[in-house]
């Protein structure tokens, strides 16, 4: 487990791998990549969701963490919305999830900021479903059409990870980007089509 990287920084990324990590790899990029920016990050095997949370929870309430940020692939991208569930539960509310491409179907409660569900329609990824207790905004994003990525894949393209990074970024230093890279960026002043509570899928080309 990567410890959390020293500095000023309230957020704290947390990063999800697979079923075997040695196919999620492309997770410690990322989290190289956030540390670099002063960003404090965890990254551990899907089966700590719940562990994690409470730890979250703990330091969301201490006041020492005030933006909780999670990504995950393959079953850490499926066990997203449990973990997202048992941190509205304890009190300490997600800013940004991001899953890389779930191998299976998953529905989101609680609430979130933002939640972004990127998926391989022609491959193992589904679409992540809300349900009445959910409140947030839910985005879909088919990436079968990104070059090179795949299942395996998905965390390691350099495409994909410059995404996840950009939605981080956005969400810590305030940062303006795209939702998900699949829009154009706005205009200044022009409302968002994406609305808290809502859910849209996008594809990205």
Known sequence: MTKPASGAST??????????????????????????????????????????????????????????????????????????????????PVKLAIGLDSVFRTSLSGR?????????????????EKNKQFEGTLENVNVQDVPGVGHISIDKNQIMQQKVISAIDAVVFGRSVPASGAQKPRRPGEASAVRPGTASTAAVR
């Open 112 to 128: 979130v900021g933002r939640y972004i569900n990127f998926y391989i329609a022609n491959g193992a990824g589904t679409p992540v």
């Open 11 to 92: 957020a704290h990324v947390y990063l999800l791998r697979g079923v075997l990590n040695i196919f999620s790899l492309g997770l410690d990029d990322i989290a190289a990549k956030l540390q670099a920016q002063g960003i404090p990050v965890t990254v551990a095997n899907f089966a700590s969701w719940s562990s994690l949370a409470d730890e979250a929870a703990a330091e969301y309430k201490s006041g020492t963490l005030k933006t909780i940020i999670l990504v995950g692939h393959s079953s850490g991208a499926t066990a997203l919305p449990d973990m997202v569930t048992k941190l509205d539960r304890l009190g300490a």
